[in-house]
């Protein structure tokens, strides 16, 4: 049983209440996912491929701001810009790393018993 990658972005905003989520993607698959997102997110697809093709057919049901790119040097300037732009958003008095987090809850396939657990029981901080 496949489980859709909207379910897991769901089940991240309601147990990470009040940060911003940045989301990369390329495929048909990253489509979902990024209808799930709210207006303060990001969502960053890759011009030209099948996500960035949804996007643009249909660019008014994506809430989250979109970024596209291109190749790894564009997406490396894109993706910097926008966690300064985020970073830049915050009090000076609050601790910003606190608010970088890193999730990688890519599934290909879970079992049928397994499919009502939690798929990401903790999100991993970034460290530099």
């Known amino acids: ?21 940045i989301y990369l993607g390329d495929g048909v698959g990253d489509y979902c996912p990024s209808l799930k997102l709210r207006e303060e997110d990001h969502v960053l697809p890759r011009k030209d491929f099948p996500v960035w093709d949804l996007m643009s057919k249909t660019p008014m ?10 190749d790894g040097q564009d997406l490396e300037e894109i993706l910097m810009q926008t966690i300064s732009k985020i970073c830049s958003s915050f009090p000076d008095d609050r601790d910003i790393s606190s608010q ?29």
Request: glycine share 4%; hydrophobic share 45%.
């Open 1 to 21: 049983m496949r489980f859709l990658q909207g379910g897991v972005i769901e089940m991240l905003l309601s147990a990470l209440p009040g940060k911003i989520f």
């Open 61 to 70: 049901l994506v809430k989250a701001k979109i970024h596209e790119w291109t």
């Open 100 to 128: 970088l987090i890193s999730a990688d809850c890519k599934l290909q396939t879970v079992s049928t018993s397994a499919a009502h657990e939690p798929l990401c029981h903790t999100a991993l901080p970034m460290h530099h």
